[in-house]
């Protein structure tokens, strides 16, 4: 049974910075493409950022010199570093492993406003 948990989340006021961090309960953590998505009101879920068991990372557009997405194989944690927050950063982000099969988390709520 994999388990993910999100934490870090909050209320941000526009420019400023949030850390969110995964703990996965899973064996093989390092054979996992580790990934964080959101959801905003009304909108699909999207990709912000993954990283793959060699480490590559991937970004959204929207995220790019932004947000760095970061992972601990030792200590089985996802991390996503988010500056320079904006209000279109809202929305409930969820930590997501995959290998075969997709995991989530359960999210977190980031709230950009001033």
């Known amino acids: 049974q994999v388990q993910l948990v999100e934490s870090g989340g909050g209320l941000v006021q526009p420019g400023g910075s949030l850390r969110l961090s995964c703990a996965a309960s899973?064996?093989?953590?390092?054979?996992?493409?580790m990934g964080w998505y959101r959801q905003a009101p009304g909108k699909q879920r999207e990709l912000v950022a993954a990283?793959?068991?060699?480490?590559?990372?991937n970004y959204a557009d929207s995220t790019k010199g932004r947000f760095t997405i970061s992972r601990d194989n030792n200590k089985n944690t996802l991390a996503l570093q988010m500056n320079s927050l904006k209000p279109e950063d809202t929305g409930v982000y969820y930590c997501?492993?995959?290998?075969?099969?997709?995991?989530w988390g359960q999210g977190t709520q980031v709230t950009v406003s001033s």
């Open positions: 997501n492993a995959r290998w075969c099969v997709n995991y």
């Open positions: 899973v064996s093989s953590f390092s054979s996992y493409t």
């Open positions: 990283i793959t068991s060699e480490g590559t990372t």
